[in-house]
């Protein structure tokens, strides 16, 4: 388990967090590091950047399955608008919750290859095992009917091999992950503080103004 040096909290806001939740710690500078840069969208809607999804996720990954998630970010800047732990909170969820929905459509979409490749395929396999038979009735004997009924049947399992993939192996990965999101898009989110409220760095920091806004240097 990765592990934060000692800090001073100065203010908390946000979500209580239980005892019982496995939590996930990530220090900031600014809160719009969290967020990808060059994504137009509100900040509601924006995609995180993906270093911290997948700092977010790893760490998520490596905790319980059976364990409720909490998200704790330790922020180096005092407190900004009053509900911008709220703003936080339903961005990370609304971004995992729209994970958790194409994740279970790229499911859908996978199992209805797997069904198409199943049908393709025992087709094929069928196809195969009766011209194999056919010829090796009509070259009985023959060692070229035995070779053209063996190369058959290996390429009719060899056409079995995509659906039995997807089946036996792809799509329970898949499944996991959207159960993940689906913790992820439902963790309470806690900012807690490590600055006074004499800096005023929480003029220019997304979500609380418009980068623009920002006083020169």
């Not at 407190?79 to 732990?85: N, Y």
Request: hydrophobic share 45%; proline share 6%; aromatic share 10%.
């Amino acid at each position: 388990m990765l592990t934060f040096p000692a800090v001073t909290v100065i203010a908390a806001a946000g979500d209580a967090v239980p005892a019982d939740c496995a939590i996930i710690e990530v220090h900031l500078s600014e809160l719009k590091q969290l967020f990808n840069a060059i994504d137009p969208s509100p900040f509601r809607e924006k995609d995180l950047d993906e270093k911290a999804e997948a700092f977010i996720v790893g760490w998520a990954k490596d905790s319980s399955r059976r364990a409720r998630l909490a998200l704790v970010v330790y922020l180096d800047r005092p407190a900004g608008l009053p509900d911008e732990a709220a703003i936080l909170r339903d961005a990370i969820r609304g971004y995992f919750s729209l994970k958790a929905t194409t994740t279970r459509q790229r499911l859908r979409e996978l199992f209805k290859v797997g069904r198409r490749s199943l049908m393709i395929g025992t087709t094929f396999l069928a196809f195969s095992l009766l011209v194999g038979d056919f010829v090796g009735e009509l070259l009985r004997g023959r060692t070229v009917g035995e070779l053209v009924r063996e190369s058959l049947l290996i390429g009719g399992w060899v056409a079995m091999w995509r659906p039995l993939e997807i089946f036996l192996y792809t799509w329970w990965p898949i499944r996991d992950d959207a159960r993940l999101f689906d913790r992820l898009a439902a963790m309470p989110v806690q900012i807690k503080y490590t600055t006074d409220s004499g800096s005023q760095a929480w003029r220019w920091d997304w979500p609380a103004v418009a980068p623009a806004t920002r006083p020169p240097s």
